[in-house]
């Protein structure tokens, strides 16, 4: 069974950085896709960031400029570098990722989610 590890969130003051880690273990094959998802409350989840196994990254508008996403592939390790941090990025945020199992079967799982609060 596949299964994501995340880690890194937690408190910071506006301005502050965090690093979210995400880790992939399990029967993989191939990662073909691996992103992060935030839910605030009383709003919908939301795309944050994602990168393709080819390299490619996608932002959402109200990240783009202070986060970063980035990659390890030896280590199957996804990072969300999330700079200038604002009250408003409050969220629980979620890692994503696109699998092909050993098993040759291609899924879609979710970590368990990392609280991320920006307060004074």
């Known amino acids: 069974q596949v299964q994501l590890v995340e880690s890194g969130g937690g408190l910071v003051q506006p301005g502050g950085s965090l690093r979210l880690s995400c880790a992939a273990t399990?029967?993989?094959?191939?990662?073909?896709?691996m992103g992060w998802y935030r839910q605030a409350p009383g709003k919908q989840r939301e795309l944050v960031a994602a990168?393709?196994?080819?390299?490619?990254?996608n932002y959402a508008d109200s990240v783009k400029g202070r986060f970063t996403i980035s990659r390890d592939n030896a280590k199957n390790t996804v990072y969300l570098q999330m700079n200038s941090l604002k009250p408003e990025d409050t969220a629980v945020y979620y890692c994503?990722?696109?699998?092909?199992?050993?098993?040759?079967?291609?899924?879609?799982?979710w970590g368990q989610g990392t609280q991320v609060t920006v307060s004074s």
């Open positions: 399990g029967n993989i094959f191939v990662i073909n896709a």
């Open positions: 990168t393709t196994s080819g390299g490619s990254t």
């Open positions: 994503n990722a696109d699998i092909t199992s050993s098993w040759n079967l291609r899924d879609e799982f």
